[in-house]
């Protein structure tokens, strides 16, 4: 657990602190608001819970979107083989980065997960991966693209099945 928190510490951004500084101030703001005015009992409530609330969904949806928003890349899939003599598949891509910034590193995950014909299975496979693998890219300027090869093995899945691309930048 402590490596854990350790991790997220070490990948926090001034935007971050910023965000959270914020959400921070924003929680005392309303605290002392529904303080002030206790006397309009209903008012002094809803600050109240409007404060908590905030403290507990501002840093974490803000971080969410904050970082779609400032680390925003495209990934497509190019093409997929299934090797013969292998039990692999391997998975050509490309990783676009659409960011005001540069990239230092890139996660790039590849997800394997069923197929079938009803649509809400295949919702609800897309949840449950068969086969996940993740390679990293490094130095990726702004408006530039960058090719990638990901090999998913071992791999023996006999049915039909679905590959899709996800990339976390920073």
């Not at 409007?50 to 949806?61: G, S, V, W």
């Not at 190019?78 to 659409?98: C, H, M, P, W, Y």
């Amino acid at each position: 657990m402590k490596t854990k928190i350790q991790a997220f510490l070490d990948t926090l951004i001034l935007y971050d602190y910023i965000l959270f500084g914020a959400s921070f101030a924003l929680f005392i703001l309303f605290i002392i608001l529904g303080i002030v005015l206790r006397k309009k009992l209903g008012l002094a409530i809803f600050l109240i819970l409007l404060a908590f609330t905030l403290l507990l969904l501002a840093p974490t949806l803000g971080r969410i979107f904050m970082h779609d928003f400032l680390f925003a890349n495209t990934t497509a899939v190019i093409s997929q083989k299934k090797l013969e003599f292998t039990e692999a598949i391997v998975v050509r891509g490309v990783l676009v980065n659409d960011s005001r910034f540069n990239f230092e590193e890139c996660k790039i995950t590849a997800k394997i997960h069923k197929v079938s014909k009803n649509p809400l299975r295949n919702y609800l496979f897309q949840f449950k991966t068969i086969k996940r693998m993740s390679i990293s890219e490094y130095d990726i300027k702004k408006a530039d693209s960058r090719d990638f090869k990901i090999i998913v093995e071992p791999f023996t899945y006999e049915r039909d099945y679905n590959i899709t691309i996800g990339a976390k930048c920073k």
